[in-house]
């Protein structure tokens, strides 16, 4: 793999994060990765369609979460449970009661806001005066000590006691459900509507994210079932299946991926926040007691999966929870910088015992492990890793995208794509329209298309092509002139250094193997 990361002469690092934003979005349209949902009818809010190169770089990264997470691992096997579950179990894992976020609506501007991301942000804000506090006396002060100035400086102590205190106050809130306390911490933080500019809010209530139908010809309350909002629910239910067919022994895991459903209120941002999205989860069972070491395991193992991608180290960092949710005894995210700034991508969360107990009182069946080395039963703990696979695609694809510039005042757009998840792992071009090029261009296609996804283009000049190949994330575009007819060789052009080598056409099977499958990433883990 090559670490596609030349965002040092990046043209779009000069532009304004909404712009650079905008470009993703109209970037993903233009080239077919991403439309909106029937957009023929204008569109279905925060619901869109993969198109056919967005199918592609989907299917190769859940391939390489897929293979790193089952494949890899001897313990670890993956099922495909069903989007419609039994109504009780929603009940038992507490989402009918507990799946909420606390709403609030600005009265001027009839604007809908979910509280606990405008308190977020207000903090998010004061941390922001502390790193210009930072960065200010990093430029006064010669051999300059970051957390020395940190613990030290009576401007930054202040605004570090102010986080601390919302945030504990908010915590609180949250835990004790006092929603009357969190809106009195947006009227402390003077937090104001972006739309009106006003603190003209009204009470916090909560609204609960599941999406019901029903199922059968009757639609009465008996019948109402949600679509999942989450796939984890999928793998507990099987819990006690899969131990016992796949005479799994603890520590042991269960993986999927799949559709869920979230009615969410503050649905912006693209493929950020969707109503319908893809999660890729994987539930790590453990005897009680080592729930904790797994846990520090997998932040690292999932981390260093991310970093794999060679994306730039710079942009992944971990946030730890203050505000648990009903079933951890510890979390964190791994954020990535998004072009709107350092967001959650994946959530590693130690949810104790809490799901199976539920499940086991709830459906009268108990979901325990007999451990032999113990000679004794118990409900094991539980280690969850969950990465949102549209989230994930938005930070690969911001990250790769980059304008490039070239000698002489041009530039390109280039999508730097691991060459693993690339849509296209090479684009075949014969030099021109005759002479025997296309046949020859069509025998080696038909050769490595067994393997590799190819593209074929024949129209324009090659200049032209390389740079729809390059905008696409093409890693490899191989050119059939008149010298292949004599010698069997070909140029290959690499997209990240724009080099080109000559190749025996023999040759270029285990080229592509070598550069470009997903073998080849795994073996970077
Ligand atoms: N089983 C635990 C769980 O679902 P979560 O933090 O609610 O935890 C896990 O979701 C991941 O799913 C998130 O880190 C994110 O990547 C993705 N995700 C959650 N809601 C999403 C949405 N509305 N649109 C896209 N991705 C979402």
């Known amino acids: 793999m090559s670490n596609q990361s030349t965002s040092a002469t990046n043209k779009n690092t000069n532009l304004k994060p909404e712009d ?81 976020d606390p709403l609030i609506d600005n009265k001027d501007s009839k604007k809908r806001y979910r509280a606990d991301v405008l308190i977020e942000d207000a903090v998010a804000k004061i941390e922001d005066k502390i790193n210009k506090e930072v960065e200010k006396a990093s ?26 205190e919302v945030n504990e106050r908010f915590k609180n809130a949250m835990n004790a459900n006092n929603l009357e306390e969190v809106k009195q911490i947006i009227v402390d933080l003077e937090i104001v509507c972006p739309i009106s500019g006003s603190r003209n809010w009204t009470d916090v209530r909560q609204f609960n994210l599941m999406f019901s139908t029903s199922i059968g010809s009757v639609s009465d309350e008996a019948n109402t079932i949600y679509l999942r909002p989450e796939t984890a629910q999928g793998i507990f239910v099987n819990y006690l299946n899969v131990q016992k067919t796949g005479r799994m ?73 203050i505000k648990l949710a009903h079933y951890a005894n510890a979390a964190c995210d ?56 549209d989230r994930l695609f938005l930070s690969i694809l911001s990250s790769a995208l980059i304008e490039e510039p070239l000698e002489g005042g041009d530039s390109r757009t280039v999508l730097n794509l691991p060459a693993a998840l690339a849509p296209y792992k090479a684009a075949i071009f014969p030099l021109v329209k005759k002479d025997g090029l296309p046949e020859l261009a069509e025998s080696i296609m038909t050769t490595l298309k ?28 191989i050119t059939v002139d008149h010298q292949s007819l004599e010698d069997n060789t070909v140029t290959v052009r690499d997209r990240v250094t724009m080099k080109q080598e000559r190749i025996a056409i023999s040759q270029l099977h285990q080229f592509l193997t070598e550069r470009t499958t997903i073998q080849s990433l795994l073996r970077s883990l």
């Open 334 to 389: 791994i954020e990535h910088q998004f072009p709107f700034g350092f967001k959650e991508l994946e959530g590693i969360h130690s949810r104790t015992d809490f799901d199976l107990k539920q499940h086991q009182e709830y459906s009268g069946k108990k979901l325990q492990y007999f451990d032999p080395e113990l000679n004794e039963s118990y409900v094991p703990y539980v280690v969850e890793t969950s990465v949102g696979l």
């Open 139 to 164: 430029k006064r002060f010669e051999n300059f000590d970051a957390t020395m100035f940190k613990s030290t400086n009576a401007r930054v102590l202040e605004y570090q006691k102010k986080i601390d």
């Open 450 to 477: 067994f393997d590799f996804m190819l593209a074929y283009d024949e129209k324009d000049t090659v200049g032209k092509r390389y740079r729809r190949q390059d905008a696409i994330g093409t890693p490899f575009c």
């Open 20 to 100: 650079f934003f905008k470009n993703v979005i109209s970037h993903s349209k233009e080239y077919g990765f991403i439309f909106p949902s029937s957009e023929i009818y204008d569109g279905l809010s925060a619901v869109y369609d993969y198109g056919q190169l967005g199918a592609e770089l989907k299917k190769n990264i859940r391939e390489y979460w897929w293979k790193a997470m089952v494949q890899m691992h001897e313990n670890i096997v993956g099922i495909d449970a069903a989007i419609f579950m039994h109504p009780t179990t929603w009940k038992a894992s507490g989402h009918v009661d507990a799946f909420n």
């Open 249 to 321: 022994k603890i520590p042991f895991g269960i993986a999927q991926t799949g559709k869920a459903f979230r009615n969410e209120i503050v649905a912006r941002q693209f493929i950020f926040r969707m109503r319908e999205f893809e999660q890729m989860e994987m539930q790590f069972f453990v005897k009680p007691g080592t729930e904790m070491e797994w846990y520090e395991y997998w932040k690292k193992a999932r981390l260093n999966w991310h970093l794999s991608l060679g994306l730039g180290s710079d942009k992944y960092r971990y946030h730890d929870h």
